[in-house]
């Protein structure tokens, strides 16, 4: 999985020292140097940018957003997108993670939020 550089710099200023360090994990490639597309709508985050800008330059199938606006905008630009809890339903559906609720109960006390009608719905679907 590719990242900005720009997300993890995003990520570290909200980081508890308890927090996984993005940039140590095995699984995620830190990309430097992603050039912001203009033509994008602008976003409140320049991370959603920088997601949208590097998957556009390697054609990515799939792009990770949470934030509603720039979901509604990658969609209309013709990239499918997944949430975080998506992404970690379909981690248990892979056999990646045991659980759904512990990494939920993780995040949340992280800081993270999620409506509690979206949490109730991957919950039933991870059969939790």
Known sequence: MLVPRRVVLEYQV????TDPDLEHLPWLTVVDGVVIDATLPLLPHTGEAAVRSL???????LLLLDEAKARRIAVGRGFQVAGTLGSVLRAKHQGRVAAVRPVIEQMR???????PALIAEILRQAGE
Do not use: D, T
Not at 14 to 17: F, L, N, T, V, Y
Not at 109 to 115: E, I
């Open 14 to 17: 909200k980081a508890a020292p």
């Open 55 to 61: 998957a556009g330059a390697v054609r990515a199938r």
């Open 109 to 115: 006390a992280q800081g993270r939020w999620f409506s």
